[in-house]
């Protein structure tokens, strides 16, 4: 296995927290830190740490404030006159404004007491005085080569000559698939998850295999869920989310599907989800992970590499749309138990897009709607609704939100 070196070129992702445990900044969720080993371009405790690791190995190091951003200095807080900051400058305490000195160079002062004619400004940089504890996991070395962009080209030129995505999803052949596990974690929300499972078992395929995991639920008991599932499973102890989707990624390892397809029992999907996600993976030469579903913010241009024929290659996913094939989730599985807990603080989600390094493939529309708990995933729903749904899911949801919030009692027609 090949180690990091002076002057070679990484991708680090990282957690920094300070000593009360606080999460100060994580590269998870977001591009991975790049550097060259010796450039001076971050903390030199950092780049020292890096030396000698493997891709995937993790290291915990601490960073004492002297190491670091050095010393909390008073001398650094100084009172200005209001007439020294432009009378278009909005002043509050928590502004941070962007100071030239002398020498041609920029400080970050921090205005920390406003008066009717002074501001106090503080320039001490944020973490000074503070001791660093750091996660860093080794994502890879030299990783802009010709092969990995030749890859990337050669990709891109298949999808564009490969028509749009509607033709794919409608002519899918009808035989000689590979088998798919479909894994959902249960608890509670009683009226969404019985919605969610029958409509997700009517439209699966013979080929797929449904799979109930029960997080020890208080509403309902395993004799509830039994029509829902061609298997539902108990578990013993009550798991939470992040620690039951691991825990899934290993027990497929255990069968002999080919495919596994993690999602969530508060959606509905659209009754091609299955001929949808097996497209999309052909679509990307079979080597990129599909997900099926958009917000706007998985829209945003700064995660889309490429938007075109109904697809689209995507830095990130959602985590209640993944689909795995055997090596992805090897690969996933090996770096959850190099890292054990140290990631805990982030979601699993990020965790594993971060842990495969690769793009996402998806559809230029949502193949599902999630409705989270009570029917809103949170206080602003309509940000985090699905984007660009597809007709099917569209002429449901206003039906779906009334069953689920007004608690009215009707047939939803699927």
């Not at 860093?136 to 080569?145: C, G, K, R, S, T």
């Not at 039951?244 to 599907?257: I, S």
């Amino acid at each position: 296995m090949v180690k990091v070196r002076i002057g070679d070129t990484v991708k680090v992702h990282f957690i920094c927290k300070l000593r009360d445990n606080t999460l100060y900044e994580t590269s998870f969720g977001d591009e991975p830190l790049q550097f060259t080993i010796g450039n001076g371009q971050i903390l030199q405790a950092l780049e020292q740490a890096v030396i000698g690791m493997e891709p995937g190995e993790l290291k915990r190091i601490s960073v004492p404030a002297h190491e670091a951003y050095g010393p909390y200095r008073e001398e650094l807080i100084y009172a200005v006159s209001r007439d020294q900051i432009p009378k278009d400058t909005h002043i509050v305490v928590g502004t941070q404004l962007h100071m030239q000195r002398k020498d041609g160079g920029t400080d970050i002062a921090t205005v920390i007491n406003v008066s009717d004619s002074s501001v106090s400004l503080d320039v001490n940089h944020s973490l000074a005085g503070k001791d660093l504890f750091f996660d860093i996991q080794l994502v890879d070395i030299a990783p802009f080569n010709s092969e990995n962009a030749d890859d990337y080209n050669k990709l891109i030129n298949s999808l564009r000559s490969k028509g749009h995505l509607d033709e794919a999803v409608n002519s899918f052949p009808k035989t000689s698939h590979a088998s798919i596990l479909i894994s959902v974690p249960v608890f509670n929300r009683k009226r969404i998850t019985k919605l969610s499972l029958a409509q997700t078992k009517r439209y699966k395929t013979s080929y797929c295999h449904l799979q109930i995991y029960n997080d020890q639920s208080t509403e309902y008991d395993n004799y509830f869920l039994v029509p829902y599932a061609d298997e539902v499973i108990q578990l013993p102890n009550k798991m939470g989310i992040h620690n039951l989707r691991c825990y899934q990624f290993k027990k497929f390892l255990e069968t002999d599907f080919n495919f596994i397809y993690m999602t969530d029992n508060d959606v509905i999907h659209a009754p091609q989800y299955v001929h949808a996600l097996e497209a999309l993976y052909e679509m990307g030469n079979r080597k990129l992970p599909v997900c099926l579903y958009h917000t706007e913010f998985y829209y945003h241009e700064s995660h889309i590499l490429y938007n075109g024929n109904g697809i689209m290659i995507k830095k990130i996913a959602h985590g209640v749309s993944m689909f795995y094939d055997r090596k992805m989730v090897e690969k996933i599985v090996s770096m959850l138990d190099k890292v054990g807990n140290a990631h805990d603080a982030i979601s699993w989600d990020l965790r594993v897009i971060s842990y495969l390094d690769l793009p996402w493939i998806t559809p230029g529309t949502s193949y599902l709607e999630h409705y989270g708990a009570g029917g809103i995933h949170n206080d602003d729903y309509e940000r985090n609704r699905a984007a660009n749904p597809t007709q099917y899911l569209k002429e449901r949801r206003e039906s779906i939100l009334k069953y689920l919030m007004q608690r009215i009692d009707f047939q939803i027609d699927f």
